[in-house]
């Protein structure tokens, strides 16, 4: 779910929905611009002192490339990244990982396969970042294009991490800042990062973000 700097949250830390139920209507509209199965962005304000900043863009095509082969120690290294920590679970309930419309969208169709992974890799400097990534396969291209078309909906729900313990920050979430997503006929991916110390550079992490997105499932 992209960010959205004027979304408030409730005490347990979800994000409070401000917005409507996206009509079968703006879905259609929605799911028509997003068929293409280009990489989407999330919109929001960057963090301001860097102390990662952002890689070449050969660079960080060399670590999608590592990263479509399963390489995350390769991919990573041509980020300046090293992985500390990491932890995957595979066949996920759907309808209970997740909240929102993405819930409900899950109950009326379910999923054939959720599998996630949460990670932490550091900077040059020692700073750590937390990242997601969510592989859900649908049961059909439709069906996938319509779950990420509510994804990248804001407001709309998400599918949410399996735990954060891995991450050894209590009271971490995610914010949405640094989002991607993509589909690849039935199968969507969702990824995210943030950090959980210093102040890496907004554009850093979302190219964090971009890399994850293209890991194979486990």
């Known amino acids: ?17 401000t917005g409507g139920v996206l009509t079968a209507a703006a879905l259609a509209t929605v799911v028509a611009a997003a068929g293409g199965g280009d990489t989407v962005t999330s919109v929001g304000a960057g963090l301001d002192a860097a102390t990662s900043k ?7 095509a060399n670590s999608k490339k590592a990263a479509q082969k399963g390489d995350r120690a390769e991919a990573w290294r041509r980020l300046a990244l090293k992985e500390v920590r990491q932890k995957i679970k595979t066949e996920l309930r759907c309808a209970v990982q997740s909240f929102g419309q993405v819930q409900q969208y899950f109950l009326r169709h379910p999923c054939q396969k959720l599998d996630q992974l949460l990670f932490v ?3 040059t400097n020692g700073n750590p970042i937390a990242g997601s990534v969510a592989w859900v396969k649908m049961p059909s291209t439709e069906s996938a294009t319509e779950l990420r078309t509510l994804e ?11 735990g954060t313990e891995v991450l050894e920050a209590a009271g971490f979430r ?3 800042k640094h989002y991607r997503s993509r589909q690849d006929g039935k199968l969507v991916v969702i990824a995210e990062t943030d950090p959980l110390e210093g102040r890496p550079s907004d554009a850093f992490l979302k190219q964090v973000a971009e890399v994850a997105d293209v890991l194979p499932p486990p």
Request: proline fraction near 12%; avoid cysteine.
């Open 1 to 17: 779910m992209p960010f959205n700097p004027n979304q408030p949250r409730g005490p347990d830390g979800r994000w409070i929905k």
């Open 54 to 60: 952002s890689v070449s863009e050969a660079d960080t």
């Open 121 to 123: 890799v550091q900077d």
């Open 152 to 162: 990248d909906t804001y407001g709309s729900g998400d599918v949410t991490p399996f």
């Open 174 to 176: 995610f914010t949405g």
